[in-house]
């Protein structure tokens, strides 16, 4: 019994120096290869535009509210059924896809099988404020239960450019 505790602590030692080293290596690989240059001497003459105190409310206000709308630009709300049911291969499935009103863009979805990675459905464009609620998959599925990733891309409409994809994982079911 002693044997196996100190054999055990001899492999956690073991195992916590070779990660440590690994860890080590790979904090080292990070870098650049530039060296970054170190004055021995800062010049601490001051520009004359230097002004004391903090910067005024107002202009902390005016950065808040541009970085908020940034970020409200950059969101996506998505939505659809996680576990859509088609009869068969070749029917409608409930996919209930909706590209909320809040949305800036319309959107297009992609499914793809999360075991192949084949593509299975593409939507076309759903505009904001719209839903899809059942349609076909591009391809006929056997009867069976499909792990996938669904992706909702927003869609630039005056360059048909995804601006921002989501991904969802969905489980598509295959009834007969």
């Given at each position: 019994m002693e044997k196996n505790k100190c054999k055990r602590a001899i492999g956690v030692i073991l195992g916590t120096i070779v990660a440590v080293i690994g860890i080590?290596?790979?904090l080292r690989s990070c870098g650049t290869g530039n060296e970054v240059p170190?004055?021995?001497?800062?010049d601490l003459t001051q520009n004359e535009d230097i002004q004391q105190g903090d910067a005024e409310k107002r202009q902390?206000?005016?950065?808040?509210?541009?970085?908020?709308?940034?970020?409200?630009?950059g969101m996506m709300n998505i939505s659809m059924n996680m576990a859509p049911t088609f009869p068969t291969g070749t029917s409608k499935g409930d996919?209930?896809?909706?590209?909320?009103?809040m949305n800036r863009y319309p959107q297009v979805i992609e499914i793809y099988r999360d075991d192949t990675g084949e593509l299975i459905y593409t939507s076309g464009g759903i505009p904001v404020?719209?839903?899809?609620?059942?349609?076909?998959?591009d391809v006929d599925l056997?009867?069976?239960?499909?792990?996938c990733t669904a992706y909702f891309h927003a869609i630039d409409p005056d360059t048909n450019h995804a601006v921002g994809t989501a991904a969802a994982k969905i489980e598509i079911t295959v009834a007969g």
């Open positions: 080590a290596l790979l170190s004055p021995k001497n800062f902390q206000e005016d950065i808040i509210a541009d970085l908020n709308e940034k970020v409200e630009e996919l209930l896809i909706v590209n909320d009103d404020g719209s839903r899809l609620e059942k349609d076909f998959l056997a009867k069976g239960v499909y792990p």
